[in-house]
């Protein structure tokens, strides 16, 4: 009887110890995040965007360059017909994200 039960302590100590450590790893990349302004391999693109007419061109934008690898923190403005956003080094390059806007119709340029 005592065997099984000192086992199950073991176990359950495992697993709040494997538990505790992927807590900890999630921890640590929000704070990345976060801090993405301080982040030394992430870099502000801006984008200036001609053709945009309302929000729902700011939405069409905005969302194509979100799902693009790298990309975070997306900030469009037809009144001021520019993108910014954050670019992580080593995965989309800018030349991705201009020709991804520019497939919607919208006349893009590096700012
Ligand atoms: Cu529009």
Redesign the pocket.
Known sequence: MFKPLKLSCIILAAVMFTFACSYSVVQAACTVCENVDKHPKAKDVTLNVKG???????S?VKNVLSVLNGVSDVKVS?KEGKAELHLEEGKASVDDLIKAVKNLGYKVTEG
């Not at 945009?52 to 700011?58: A, L, R, W």
Request: aromatic residues 0%; contains cysteine.
């Open positions: 945009m007419t309302c929000g729902g061109c700011e069409k037809h």
